[in-house]
């Protein structure tokens, strides 16, 4: 399984941004994915997560503010960031975990969001 993000930039507090993480490869065998985040000199963090089943997982600090989704059509998933704070600039990893002759766990790049105040 390969992963790539996209739809970072930079946007004013306040603003939205909608991420995108496209899956390729042995995508029938992912079973929960996720977002996670690290910001200069921190420790990357969980985000949001979401199981093929479509349950969702929220850190504290983004809940009633970013969405995460997922299409299995597409093979991609989304995290659409709203109210966005000067705190949340990081540097965004898309994951991908499940089964495949073994558990298995991917990442993606990673994308830049930068929210200015």
């Known amino acids: 399984v390969q992963l790539v993000e996209s739809g970072g930039g930079l946007v004013q507090a306040g603003g939205s941004l909608r991420l995108s993480c496209a899956a390729s490869?042995?995508?029938?065998?992912?079973?929960?994915m996720g977002w996670y985040r690290q910001a200069p000199g921190k420790q990357r963090e969980l985000v949001a997560t979401i199981t093929s089943g479509s349950n969702t997982n929220y850190a504290d600090s983004v809940k009633g503010r970013f969405t995460i989704s997922r299409d299995n059509a597409k093979n991609t998933m989304y995290l659409q960031m709203n109210s966005l704070k000067p705190e949340d600039t990081a540097v965004y990893y898309c994951?991908?975990?499940?089964?495949?002759?073994?558990?298995?766990?991917?990442w993606g790049q990673g994308t830049l969001v930068t929210v200015s105040s």
């Open positions: 490869g042995s995508t029938y065998s992912i079973n929960t």
């Open positions: 994951n991908a975990a499940g089964w495949f002759r073994g558990y298995f766990e991917v």
